[in-house]
């Protein structure tokens, strides 16, 4: 029933932005918290970005923090995560999911996964 449409990758040379969509369907974004997963070739996914239900709770991996935010428009249904300062380190395909936000940012297992958005840095 939940679904997620990532959109907004792309390739960009290092020090550079994008800004990530995740449009959400079958749920509404203010009812669960979410947050942006990333997969480099050959690591397992990842933890970026989460933002609670009410908008209170923000929290970012370490890798991330100072150079990514993460907002929403409960309005849109839509989550997004502008990144700025990218590194080639950031590359890898982009998800969103709901989940768990707090000092680890976790998706449950049984989450249904989109095709993600690709981000590529790279000079």
């Known amino acids: 029933q939940a679904q997620f449409v990532e959109s907004g990758g792309g390739s960009v040379q290092p020090g550079g932005s994008l800004r ?8 509404t974004t203010d009812s669960y918290a979410i947050g942006w997963f990333r997969q480099a070739p ?4 990842e933890g970026v970005a989460c933002i609670g239900l009410k908008g209170v709770a923000i929290h970012y991996d370490a890798s991330v923090s100072g150079r990514f935010t993460i907002s929403k428009d409960n309005t849109k249904n839509t989550v997004y995560l502008q990144m700025n300062s990218l590194k080639p380190e950031d590359t890898g395909v982009y998800y969103c999911a709901r989940g768990l936000c707090s000092r680890k940012i976790l998706a449950p297992s049984a989450t249904s996964w989109g095709q993600g958005t690709q981000v590529t840095v790279a000079a």
């Not at 050959?42 to 996914?45: A, T």
């Open 20 to 27: 990530l969509s995740c449009a959400a369907s079958g749920f």
């Open 42 to 45: 050959g690591k397992e996914r």
